[in-house]
């Protein structure tokens, strides 16, 4: 009898995972996580993709150099220093449970899975909305996940390296450590630095400019992720309510005149 209600619960998530408890909770906290930080997923989207080019706006001219320099500070350390950094590093964190959430929440079920990688046609600019949200967040997961999870390093070095001390501890100090490894592709991926891992892109050329590319299109997809979840809640939340408030405020007017 167990083991037929698990299965059952299996059967359900798999096919109508829109019926778990487990996944309307975890609705909620993918949207109360994403209004609380959605305007600086918005502003660390942005920043991050066009400091992308932060080595050709340097060489600009003096003034570009300073504003670029003081968005640089603003993404790193939300212009507080080491407090901004630590702030930096909790909102990284939020916004892996944003990905990991949104990933279950995702899930359609298996006949209609489909259906969520891409916006389907002839459908209201509502649910298109809805569609090009989950299509955003599938697509795009890994580089979230990446860019996330190094944003999490950066604001908490020292959490990071004391895990990989205890996952993987080397006698050896000079010795070669799979952690080691890890955390630096981590840090170098966050950039786009491809060349630092080993792939050969040295110097300004295509290779160069693709790999930019890339990472300033795919930095921009949390901010895109933001704008079709706020478009989502006004539809959902906000905008039945101030229609009921109109319509309320429409009957006491009329109840006033009438008296």
């Not at 920043?47 to 050709?56: A, I, K």
């Not at 507080?80 to 590093?89: I, K, L, Y």
């Not at 955390?183 to 892109?201: D, E, K, S, T």
Request: hydrophobic share 50%; proline share 4%.
């Amino acid at each position: 009898m167990k083991r037929h209600t698990q299965m059952s619960a299996w059967t359900r998530s798999v096919q109508q995972p829109q019926k778990l408890w487990l996944r309307r909770a975890l609705f909620q906290v993918h949207l109360w996580c994403g209004l609380a930080i959605g305007l600086y997923i918005l502003m660390i989207s942005v920043t991050g993709s066009v400091l992308v080019y932060r080595n050709e706006l340097f060489r600009t001219s003096p003034a570009v150099l300073r504003a670029t320099s003081w968005l640089l500070d603003l993404h790193d350390n939300l212009l507080a220093g080491t407090t901004g950094r630590t702030a930096n590093g909790v909102c990284a964190v939020a916004v892996l449970v944003l990905a990991a959430t949104g990933l279950v929440i995702w899930w359609p079920g298996s006949k209609t899975w489909k259906r969520s990688l891409i916006v389907p046609s002839g459908v209201g600019w509502r649910r298109a909305t809805w569609h090009l949200h989950s299509m955003i967040g599938f697509w795009t997961f890994a580089f979230t996940v990446v860019f996330a999870l190094s944003g999490a390093y950066f604001g908490f070095p020292a959490v990071f390296q004391e895990i990989a001390d205890r996952l993987d501890p080397g006698t050896d100090p000079d010795g070669f450590r799979v952690s080691d490894q890890v955390i630096y592709w981590l840090a170098y991926l966050h950039f786009g630095r491809i060349n630092g891992i080993g792939i050969p892109c040295g110097g300004p050329g295509l290779c160069d400019q693709v790999t930019k590319a890339t990472w300033a299109f795919f930095g921009l997809a949390p901010a895109a992720m933001f704008v079709t979840g706020a478009m989502m809640w006004w539809n959902r939340v906000l905008r039945p309510r101030v229609r009921a408030l109109g319509r309320r405020a429409a009957d006491d007017s009329v109840a006033k005149v009438s008296s």
